[in-house]
């Protein structure tokens, strides 16, 4: 089964999973949980900059800042890279401790600080080499907001019912919640200033 990146490298997708046989993006209910959660994320990141140019540059310089190639880590935890910074997240995965951090919630933010701080792949390092084995195989990646109309298209959603089975309402016929009546406030003293020293 053929493994694909779509817009970014980086995250792999099984073009079973998210492409019909004529070569388009399937409907979002027919996709599977992970691929979806991540192809829609992509839909989003698609054209932000690199977070190590931002790191450098920063808000008011966000012109200067090369626009990511590569998506690493997990959905809502990526880090972003061009092409050029990819080899100095490259050395700090393999080198400097960040594949202990694979999976964890401070993967993105421990790069983030290791590059803040001054790190960098050595002068020549060479990196991760990929290979394009049929680029032009692939459809077009779609524009962000086209791929998110193509992969949610037909897509209802789940409801979410906030009421028990039943369908009775919680509250009372004053619109109070029942819980409400086990509040007392007889020892709250709303005239003091919190926290107390």
Request: glycine share 10%; aromatic share 10%; net charge negative.
């Amino acid at each position: 089964m053929a493994k694909v990146s779509i817009g970014l490298r980086g995250w792999r997708f099984d073009e079973s999973e998210i492409f019909t046989d004529e070569g388009e993006f399937k409907p979002l209910a027919e996709i599977p949980d992970d691929p979806k959660r991540r192809l829609l994320r992509l839909s989003y990141l698609i054209g932000k900059p690199c977070d190590a140019c931002y790191l450098i540059h920063g808000e008011a310089e966000i012109r200067r800042c090369n626009e990511s190639a590569v998506v690493y880590g997990e959905p809502f935890e990526e880090i972003l890279l061009c092409e050029r910074h990819e080899p100095d997240f490259d050395y700090w995965f393999r080198e400097a401790g960040g594949r202990d951090l694979v999976g964890e919630n401070d993967f993105r933010d421990a790069f983030h600080e290791w590059f803040a701080d001054g790190g960098r792949a050595p002068e020549g390092y060479a990196g991760i080499e990929h290979v394009d084995t049929d680029p032009d195989g692939l459809p077009n990646p779609p524009d962000p907001q086209e791929l998110h109309d193509r992969l949610t298209e037909g897509f209802e959603g789940r409801r979410i019912e906030l009421r028990d089975e039943s369908g009775a309402d919680e509250s009372d016929a004053d619109g109070e919640d029942e819980a409400d009546d086990d509040l007392s406030f007889e020892d709250v003293d709303f005239g003091v200033r919190y926290p107390k020293k």
